[in-house]
């Protein structure tokens, strides 16, 4: 069983960093998809990065690279999103996911998932004021 909790969101002024951390029981491969994603109120469910632990493979979206680094700790699995240099429009629940992959995948299959992630977990509000 599979379930992922995620924590560290909190509210922060704009310029400031949060530290989100996602802890993934009952998956012990490295062949797993994990990442990050965010839904603003009114908006869609926004890919925000993923990383495949097992060859090092990460995704950015474009808005984030520079100021958010995705890593991940093998024992326990436990996925982190280190946010720096907030801004309003990083205002959003965000959500940790996962998918388990075969052995003959590679990281890219991670992105072309997209948000086709097979679990999710609940959520994370992060609310950056001006």
């Known amino acids: 069983q599979v379930r992922l909790v995620e924590s560290g969101g909190g509210s922060v002024q704009a310029g400031g960093s949060l530290r989100l951390s996602c802890v993934a029981s009952?998956?012990?491969?490295?062949?797993?998809?994990m990442g990050w994603f965010r839904q603003a109120p009114g908006k869609e469910r926004e890919r925000v990065a993923v990383?495949?632990?097992?060859?090092?493979?990460?995704y950015y979206t474009d808005s984030v690279k520079g100021r958010f680094t995705i890593s991940q700790d093998a024992a326990p699995r436990t996925l982190y999103l280190q946010m720096s240099s907030l801004s309003p429009e990083d205002t959003a629940m965000y959500y940790c996911?996962?998918?388990?992959?075969?052995?003959?995948?590679?990281?890219?299959?991670?992105?072309?998932?997209?948000?086709?992630?097979?679990?999710w977990g609940q959520g994370t509000q992060v609310t950056v004021s001006s």
């Open positions: 009952g998956i012990i491969s490295s062949r797993v998809c």
């Open positions: 996911a996962a998918h388990l992959t075969s052995d003959s995948e590679r990281g890219t299959y991670c992105y072309r998932l997209g948000t086709g992630f097979g679990y």
């Open positions: 990383i495949y632990p097992a060859d090092g493979y990460t």
